[in-house]
């Protein structure tokens, strides 16, 4: 995670890591999805620790792979639209990538980019 408007080149991201898969519960009924309490305690803790981080941001572009339920990047915004609405509005765009083929420097060139012909 960087904060664009304030990366130098050779910056080192934050790194925020995700729990792992074998501690998350995968068996949620509709209505619990629903209503937002599908996710298990290190998600909320990973979101919030996210959202923590982007606080104050004026704009958020995610980047993500992958579009279905799986998605961390879609699951990520729909929690900030639930529980943090005001900070949902400051997402520019949800961008899907390979993100397993590019190195760091590769995904803030890309992120530089995507500002300098989108915004």
Same mark, same amino acid.
């Given at each position: 995670?960087?904060?664009?408007?304030?990366? !130098?080149?050779?910056?080192?991201?934050?790194?925020?890591?995700?729990? &792992? +898969?074998?501690?998350?519960?995968?068996?949620?009924?509709?209505?619990? +999805?629903?209503?937002?309490?599908?996710?298990?305690?290190?998600?909320?803790?990973?979101?919030?620790?996210?959202?923590?981080?982007?606080?104050?941001?004026?704009?958020?572009?995610?980047?993500? +792979?992958? &579009?279905? !339920?799986?998605?961390?990047?879609?699951?990520? #915004?729909?929690?900030?639209?639930? !529980?943090?609405?005001?900070?949902?509005?400051?997402?520019?765009?949800?961008?899907?990538?390979?993100?397993?083929?590019?190195?760091?420097?590769?995904?803030?060139?890309?992120?530089?980019?995507?500002? #300098?012909?989108?915004?």
């Amino acid at each position: 995670m960087w904060s664009a408007g304030h990366v !130098k080149p050779g910056s080192v991201p934050e790194k925020i890591e995700a729990p &792992t +898969h074998e501690r998350r519960h995968h068996h949620v009924r509709e209505a619990q +999805h629903n209503q937002g309490n599908d996710l298990d305690r290190d998600s909320v803790e990973f979101y919030e620790s996210i959202t923590n981080a982007v606080v104050g941001a004026h704009q958020i572009l995610l980047i993500g +792979h992958g &579009t279905a !339920k799986a998605s961390a990047m879609l699951n990520l #915004e729909g929690y900030w639209e639930l !529980k943090h609405p005001e900070l949902a509005r400051h997402v520019v765009a949800m961008v899907d990538s390979d993100l397993a083929a590019l190195s760091e420097p590769e995904v803030l060139k890309f992120v530089r980019e995507w500002f #300098e012909d989108f915004l």
